[in-house]
T-cell receptor, first 114, second 113 residues
Framework: GESVGLHLPTLSVQEGDNSIINCAYS??????FIWYKQESGKGPQFIID?????DKRQGQRVTVLLNKTVKHLSLQIAATQPGDSAVYFC?????????????FGKGTKLTVNP | NAGVTQTPKFQVLKTGQSMTLQCAQD?????MSWYRQDPGMGLRLIHY???????DQGEVPNGYNVSRSTTEDFPLRLLSAAPSQTSVYFC????????????FGSGTRLTVV
């Protein structure tokens, strides 16, 4: 079945440290993965994405790694800042017969301590 | 562009009442979808649409109806609200070949008493 899960529900880091948020997925048909950031009272915001034909993609201070062998996705945030405190969701896009669905994990709450 | 606009932002309903949550996007996106977000459950897909006139069910469709008569609008209808439908609802849209994921609205917080 489809499931996207996160290994840790909460993560607390010191300002300036690097953060790593992990995600496991189970659907081998997934062809596109996205990380979202959700601040309190707001909708999810796109952070970075990666297609299934890639294993790494970098953005500004963020890197997403995809390991298809073990169906694992991670988000790395460099030099974590207080403004990075939020809930982070991974999502997998499943495309079947022209229809697509975005399935979300339960989220990891990141707290950055000053 | 306004992006994805959801109305209302907050709503309180009595059990058995009906209402429609509105969602509109001005980006000419083909795909639109509705999610509900409950504590500890992440976002769960209710219904989605790949284009005008086409809708399909997601993970948790029971108790909800949708229609997609135009590209811009994707309303979500609760025909007879139940306390179990208390949640935060998000509408999202994307292009057919989404390169930046989905764009989400700011959400509607619904309480059913």
């Amino acid at each position: 079945g489809e499931s996207v899960g996160l290994h840790l529900p909460t993560l607390s880091v010191q300002e300036g440290d690097n953060s790593i948020i992990n995600c496991a997925y189970s659907n081998s048909a997934s062809d596109y993965f996205i990380w979202y950031k959700q601040e309190s009272g707001k909708g999810p915001q796109f952070i970075i994405d990666i297609r299934s034909n890639m294993d790494k993609r970098q953005g500004q201070r963020v890197t997403v790694l995809l390991n298809k062998t073990v169906k694992h996705l991670s988000l790395q945030i460099a030099a974590t800042q207080p403004g990075d405190s939020a809930v982070y969701f991974c999502a997998e896009k499943i495309t079947q017969g022209g229809s697509e669905k975005l399935v979300f994990g339960k989220g990891t709450k990141l707290t950055v301590n000053p | 562009n306004a992006g994805v606009t959801q109305t209302p932002k907050f709503q309180v309903l009595k059990t058995g009442q009906s209402m429609t949550l509105q969602c509109a996007q001005d980006m000419n996106h083909e795909y639109m979808s509705w999610y509900r977000q409950d504590p500890g459950m992440g976002l769960r897909l209710i219904h989605y649409s790949v284009g005008a006139g086409i809708t399909d069910q997601g993970e948790v469709p029971n108790g909800y109806n949708v229609s997609r008569s135009t590209t811009e609008d994707f309303p979500l209808r609760l025909l007879s609200a139940a306390p179990s439908q208390t949640s935060v609802y998000f509408c999202a849209s994307s292009r057919r070949t989404a390169r930046n994921g989905y764009t989400f609205g700011s959400g509607t917080r619904l309480t059913v008493v």
